[in-house]
């Protein structure tokens, strides 16, 4: 250790003295080591770009490479093949609908993000032997949004496995384990972009970032493909949830509503995989709980509270609802998981906390007493 303390100030001092000696006569010491400085940062950063864009490269190849080679294997056996023409083409709005409709007007270059797969990236990363997706041609918009190559990968791996029977696309994936690091870096690369569009979400709002959410859903509910995912993107995805509720929670802008109503619809597109769904309740019934209690202790002491946080929690109630009124459908209620801290602690605490909020927020406690009838409903079916 201490011969490596020696080198290093050894070093600094060498390169102090280079650079005392080699400096200008018009400038001092300290301005030509800030200008050094600077370039050498300017250097680094063109370096930096150059790698990103052929990491880029790189992942694009090995998308490729993965979907040709389970191309050729559902080829051979002669599954994908047949139903290829009974497939009809999909056709996707470039935004959402109802923001055509809100007054909002969106430029040429949002309209033309890429929503579904585009034919060129079917056709480079299929065999020529091999029959492209019978898909609708449509602009792509990779240098805009370079997310849109991985969503490109993954719908297409997602309509490769509709195509394929039940067995085939795991039998593809083990045979090619190594490969399927591919998809799990395309979700984790994916995840980064949804990340940070989230954290400050704006009008308009693209149906590309709602569609990558629905992309992302699918491919975790994919019994085949969720493994892959999960063992390396977990944390991410914990991020990412906690990043939709902090877009709702933590927006205070006067024109927020149309915001939060697509945020909201993102975590319900979420919580639609049963794998994400628990923990997701789980987080907004946390939320929940820390409210009321901060309601109680206003209600008690009488003090002003913040009305942006009060409105916002009631689109964590509606996303609460509607993932509720999901799992009961679906019948799984046995997995919502009654002995989850935070379900407990609302189904304990909420006759009291409605007895004694209900005068001063009486919409508060109404929508409390319907989150609570669904939960109990649900504890009531997977005692069935």
């Not at 079917?122 to 029959?131: A, D, L, M, N, Q």
């Not at 901060?294 to 002491?301: K, T």
Request: proline share 3%; hydrophobic share 35%; charged share 25%.
């Amino acid at each position: 250790m201490d011969i490596q303390k020696w080198y290093l100030r050894t070093s600094k001092l060498a390169l102090a003295l280079a650079i005392i000696r080699s400096k200008p006569a018009d400038k001092s010491s300290r301005e030509y080591t800030e200008h050094l400085a600077m370039l050498l940062s300017e250097e680094e950063s063109k370096w930096r770009s150059k790698v990103e864009v052929l990491e880029a490269e790189v992942m694009q190849l090995r998308q490729k490479l993965l979907v040709g080679r389970l191309c050729s294997g559902s080829l051979k056996s002669g599954n994908l093949s047949s139903q290829l023409e009974a497939q009809e083409p999909k056709s996707s709005e470039s935004t959402l609908t109802s923001m055509e409709d809100s007054g909002c007007d969106l430029s040429n270059e949002q309209r033309t993000e890429s929503s579904d797969l585009s034919q060129h990236f079917v056709e480079s990363c299929t065999p020529t032997h091999f029959p492209p997706l019978p898909l609708v041609k449509r602009p792509c918009a990779i240098l805009q949004n370079p997310l849109s190559s991985h969503m490109q990968f993954l719908q297409y791996l997602l309509e490769l496995k509709n195509l394929t029977e039940s067995g085939n696309l795991k039998r593809d994936l083990t045979h090619f384990e190594k490969d399927s690091s591919t998809v799990s870096d395309s979700v984790f690369q994916l995840l980064d972009g949804l990340i940070t569009f989230y954290r400050n979400p704006k009008l308009p709002f693209s149906r590309f970032w709602t569609e990558a959410v629905g992309t992302l859903a699918s491919l975790i509910s994919d019994c085949n493909l969720s493994s892959h995912i999960l063992k390396k993107c977990s944390k991410k995805l914990e991020e990412f949830e906690k990043t939709l509720l902090h877009a709702i929670l933590g927006n205070n802008h006067i024109n927020r509503f149309q915001v939060q109503r697509y945020v909201s619809q993102s975590l319900v597109t979420l919580g639609s995989c049963h794998l994400l769904r628990k923990s997701i309740i789980s987080l907004l019934l946390s939320e929940v709980n820390d409210f009321a209690d901060d309601l109680g202790a206003i209600n008690q002491e009488q003090a002003s509270y913040d009305v942006s946080r009060y409105e916002n929690i009631f689109y964590l109630f509606w996303v609460l609802e509607q993932l509720l009124q999901k799992e009961t459908k679906e019948g799984n209620t046995s997995s919502i998981g009654h002995d989850d801290q935070e379900i407990k602690k609302f189904l304990q605490k909420h006759d009291e906390t409605i007895f004694h909020l209900s005068d001063a927020f009486p919409l508060f406690t109404i929508y409390l007493w319907r989150v609570g009838i669904l939960l109990n409903s649900a504890q009531i079916e997977s005692l069935k």
